[in-house]
């Protein structure tokens, strides 16, 4: 199989339990197909409430599927520790706030130690040795290791939780926002270091954004999501150029109105 | 004549050793009837600006300028007292994040009908209460809520977060304000949503003639709403001019940076090739470059931006660099020449 991560029929849906006669539940995914390839970037796109968070967080880890399949590599991700000690391995994620995603009270070194001591068998020298070679890839220096979050700049805290997600040399990273409260110029820089990263080490990213400005620059594939189903996927090229559901149309037209004015 | 005239407006913060100049010397006008933006990444002083026009920084804070001119009044001259009355009868400011800035103990039919000044009112005691609620309503259906009663009742966590915007909106056009200042106000908005805000302001500047400043920090979102605009870096002046000047013809090398790092704004470079970036971030306050701040991030710098550059006006575009960006660079030189 040549997938990297393949999704069966994945869906979720929750149920009220307060009414005894008419139980109802609330579908946020019906069952959903997508396959990611390594050195891809898969967009998804979608209105609030189309399920798109909810998918990311199932797909991570910390929300469990009413039903369906995740393959990486073929085999198929279980709710077991075992198994998920081997998703959060292969899969990461980078959250919208870095600010607030990062332990004010840890410093750096101790931030990226965790993920290595709670899923390698490394010893003290090489985890340094091997946050310092992380920290570089990443255009920071070692010597940040001894700084806290808050020494740091906002741009440089995106690259500290790129480290995170990077430091455990995973396949996929889903990145849920993370370049929306960014500076444009700090924006370009994170998105040329992603590129850059995706060349060297193969990586697939799961890109979940409201700029289709950057979809279109970062993404080979596309998928658009409106209230839990998939109404439109393909390369992001054509999906861009000729829309075809009025979601997708909706949506780009919120965008190219702006697009077109500009030109006029 | 200009609704707003600046000219050198310095912000500096006092410290026990040493003044930090948060803003150094820009100059801000704006006519009646414009939408201008104000762009500059987090950090630029972008909102201290916007503050000190509306008087709401403490006095760790001590600004001055050259010229403060509010309509041909001069602000400077005028005691607190007056200047207060002035601004808050002519200036209203909206803030990003409503949801913070609305009281959540208190609905919003409250805090709509605390916003409406007494002046407007007329008849007896008995009869003002009724005006107010009328009143309220009235500016609910000018930002486009329809559904007045329900979101009259409710509470700021009840309604979503661009109808809490607009909740904003109305509350600051209840003194029928000349300029609103608009501090990003569609920060961490859906898209769609910032549609709406954005089109509301519009139609409002259209419809009332009112004057907006638009404060953001992503040059690429305003351009299609401002007529002109300003680009601000490190607390310094860097560009103004007509929205097309700026986007088309940018001088300044941040201004280029900035065009170029929208995505959407390269469509012709191939997909997935690397964006134009500006190395390294904004200087934070206690370290700041002299002369030019841009310097130790700018491509061009030379020895001479170690000294602040000043501002040249070239047929309404104004720019503060010693080397400014190509093409204008003759016709300058030749309008000086014919100066001379």
Redesign the interface.
């Known amino acids: 199989m040549s997938e990297l991560l393949e999704i069966k029929d994945l869906c979720k849906s929750y149920k009220h339990k307060n009414y005894w006669f008419n139980k109802k539940i609330t579908t946020v995914l019906s069952p959903i197909s997508f396959s990611v390839e390594a050195h891809q970037t898969l967009a998804i796109i979608g209105d609030t409430g189309s399920g798109k968070s909810t998918l990311a967080k199932i797909l991570v880890g910390a929300e469990q599927a009413s039903g369906g399949c995740i393959y990486l590599n073929g085999q198929a991700l279980q709710n077991t520790s075992t198994s998920f000690k081997q998703r959060c391995q292969h899969i990461r994620m980078i959250f919208q706030d870095s600010g607030t995603t990062l332990n004010p009270s840890l410093t750096i070194l101790q931030l990226l130690d965790e993920p290595l001591k709670l899923n390698t068998s490394f010893n003290e020298k090489k985890r340094i040795e091997l946050i310092r070679t992380t920290l570089q890839k990443v255009g920071l220096l070692g010597d940040h290791m001894n700084f806290y979050p808050h020494m740091l700049s906002g741009g440089q805290k995106q690259r500290i939780s790129l480290a995170r997600a990077i430091i455990l040399e995973p396949k996929v990273i889903i990145l849920d926002e993370a370049l929306a409260s960014l500076d444009p110029s700090l924006r370009s820089q994170m998105i040329n270091l992603l590129l850059d990263l995706q060349q060297q080490m193969g990586l697939a990213y799961i890109l979940i954004s409201h700029n289709l400005g950057i979809i279109r620059h970062f993404s080979d594939n596309i998928i658009v999501l409106s209230e839990g189903e998939i109404v439109e996927s393909g390369v992001t090229r054509e999906v861009m150029s000729k829309p075809k559901h009025k979601v997708t149309q909706k949506l780009l037209r919120n965008q190219g109105f702006q697009l077109n004015t500009k030109k006029a | 004549m200009n609704l707003l005239d600046i000219r050198n407006l310095s912000i500096e913060l006092i410290s026990d050793d040493k003044n930090i100049r948060a803003v150094d010397k820009v100059s801000l006008s704006m006519k009646e009837g414009e939408v201008r933006g104000l762009v500059g990444?987090?950090g630029s002083g972008k909102s201290l600006l916007a503050q000190a026009l509306v008087g709401v920084l403490n006095d760790k804070w001590h600004v001055h300028a050259d010229r403060f001119h509010w309509r041909g009044i001069d602000l400077l001259r005028l005691s607190i007292e007056e200047r207060k009355a002035v601004l808050s009868r002519d200036i209203a400011m909206i803030f990003q994040e409503p949801m913070a800035c609305l009281d959540p103990t208190t609905s919003i039919g409250e805090q709509l009908i605390e916003a409406i000044d007494s002046s407007q009112l007329s008849g007896f005691f008995w009869q003002k209460h009724q005006q107010r609620q009328l009143a309220a309503i009235r500016l609910l259906h000018k930002v486009g809520i329809k559904d007045h009663k329900t979101c009259l009742k409710s509470y700021p966590h009840q309604l979503t977060e661009a109808f809490c915007q607009r909740v904003m909106i109305a509350m600051a056009l209840a003194r029928r304000p000349i300029l609103l200042i608009a501090d990003e106000p569609t920060a961490?908005m859906?898209?769609?949503n910032e549609?709406q805000i954005f089109r509301l302001l519009a139609s409002l500047n259209q419809l009332k003639n009112m004057a907006i400043l638009l404060i953001s920090?992503?040059?690429?979102?305003i351009?299609?709403w401002t007529n002109t605009i300003t680009v601000m870096y490190s607390g310094q002046f860097v560009e103004a001019g007509t929205t097309s000047q700026i986007?088309s013809n940018p001088l300044h090398p941040y201004t280029r940076?900035?065009v170029?790092?929208?995505?959407?704004?390269n469509?012709h470079?191939p997909?997935?090739s690397?964006?134009?970036?500006?190395?390294g971030?904004?200087p934070?306050l206690q370290h700041l470059p002299i002369g030019c701040r841009l310097g130790p991030r700018c491509p061009r710098a030379h020895r001479a931006c170690v000294v602040a550059p000043s501002v040249t006006n070239f047929h309404g575009h104004e720019v503060s660099c010693h080397f400014p960006l190509t093409s204008l660079k003759k016709p300058r030189s030749k309008a000086i020449k014919e100066v001379c």
């Open positions: 990444e987090s961490a859906e898209i769609t549609g920090h992503d040059i690429e979102n351009t299609s986007f940076a900035l170029d790092s929208s995505p959407s704004a469509l470079l997909a997935k690397r964006l134009k970036a500006l190395p971030s904004i934070i």
